[in-house]
């Protein structure tokens, strides 16, 4: 049964650093074309691609928000954690993380629950 | 980045059909049949409903079915019940290995 499981603060202030955790079981981040990937949803907005992470360390960020974003990787740990830097409230929305599966065909098809953040003084 | 074109609603009594549709662009929905919709319930995460254009995940139901012409994906929902009424989202992973989402679509059934 594949799972994944964000987690991080529930608020944080303008210009701090926002770190996320995606915790997942069911597969390894080893997993030939399996990735994971962060995507957000401000309130009553649409969902937004910000960054993806393969087992073979590539990564690929979205072209407008590449400069505050850094994935890394705990294979030990079965955690994916992304970061963003210098948060502001426009920021604020559901970020979740989702299992990118690239086997013959490219989706998500396992989501998170989704975690939110809220970009607060 | 791609930018994919979703109507922002539509609407449709119960056992009628939908159809949501996803505009892009020659470089990308046109020559590609990387395109999936994705299914979101109020206070829920997004569900996989189709992947490459046509294709159904176990477990959806058979009234959800995909096409694409030109430029243009669409979703269809055929024998519309309460329990589709949602916000439907395309999805294209471009040839630049990056992702993009349409604006949604919310569904009202009547």
């Known amino acids: 049964q594949v799972t994944l499981k964000e987690s991080g603060p529930v608020v944080v202030k303008p210009t701090e650093t926002l770190t996320l955790t995606c915790t997942v079981s069911?597969?390894?981040?080893?997993?030939?074309?399996?990735?994971v990937t962060w995507i957000r949803q401000p309130p009553g907005k649409a969902l937004e691609w910000l960054a993806h992470i393969f087992p073979n360390d590539e990564k690929y960020y979205s072209t407008s928000l590449k400069s505050r974003l850094a994935l890394s990787t705990d294979t030990s740990e079965s955690q994916v954690v992304l970061t963003m830097t210098n948060m502001d409230p426009v920021d604020t929305a559901t970020y979740y993380c989702?299992?990118?599966?690239?086997?013959?065909?490219?989706?998500?098809?396992?989501w998170g629950q989704g975690a939110l953040v809220t970009v607060s003084p | 980045q791609s930018a994919l074109t979703q109507p922002p609603s539509v609407s449709g009594s119960p056992g009628q059909s939908v159809t949501i549709s996803c505009t892009g662009s020659t470089n990308d929905v046109g020559n590609y049949n990387r395109v999936s919709w994705y299914q979101q319930s109020p206070g829920t995460a997004p569900k996989l409903m189709i992947y490459?254009?046509?294709y159904r995940p176990s477990g959806v139901s058979h009234r959800f079915s995909g096409s694409k012409s030109g430029n243009t994906a669409s979703l269809t929902i055929s024998g519309l019940q309460a329990e589709d009424e949602a916000d439907y989202y395309c999805?294209?992973?471009?040839?630049?290995?990056?992702?993009?989402f349409g604006g949604g679509t919310k569904l009202t059934v009547l």
């Open positions: 069911g597969f390894s981040l080893n997993s030939p074309r399996m990735g």
């Open positions: 989702a299992r990118m599966s690239a086997v013959m065909f490219f989706r998500f098809d396992y």
């Open positions: 490459d254009v046509t």
């Open positions: 999805g294209l992973y471009t040839t630049s290995s990056i992702w993009v």
